[in-house]
Nanobody
Framework: QVQLVESGGGLVQAGGSLRLSCAAS????????MGWFRQAPGREREFVAK????????YYADSVKGRFTISRDNAKNTVYLQMNSLKPEDTAVYYC???????????????WGQGTQVTVSS
């Protein structure tokens, strides 16, 4: 079992930055690949970024490529999402998730956090 707790969300103006954190507890964090998803009101939860177990491979949705950076610190059991050049369309609840072998599909992730709200004003 893995428990995930996101933090770092908030209200920011367009063009600003936020860094989300996801702290994991439970079983060995480095055993899991990690991902970030987001869900805007009235929309499906969508993939944002993922990172492999060791942190040396990442993958991003086209909508955030070049603006967002996913990283992890296995010593701190934490995964991060640095979000720069934020746009109003980035407004959503952001979720971190963990799985053994993951892709961009929600079903490949076994554990989920409760989410943190990010609101970008224009």
């Amino acid at each position: 079992q893995v428990q995930l707790v996101e933090s770092g969300g908030g209200l920011v103006q367009a063009g600003g930055s936020l860094r989300l954190s996801c702290a994991a507890s439970g079983r060995i964090f480095s055993s899991y690949a990690m991902g970030w998803f987001r869900q805007a009101p009235g929309r499906e939860r969508e993939f944002v970024a993922k990172i492999n177990k060791s942190g040396d491979r990442t993958y991003y949705a086209d909508s955030v490529k070049g603006r967002f950076t996913i990283s992890r610190d296995n010593a701190k059991n934490t995964v991060y999402l640095q979000m720069n050049s934020l746009k109003p369309e980035d407004t959503a609840v952001y979720y971190c998730a963990a799985g053994f072998t993951v892709d961009t599909e929600r079903s490949s992730y076994r554990y989920w956090g409760q989410g943190t709200q990010v609101t970008v004003s224009s």
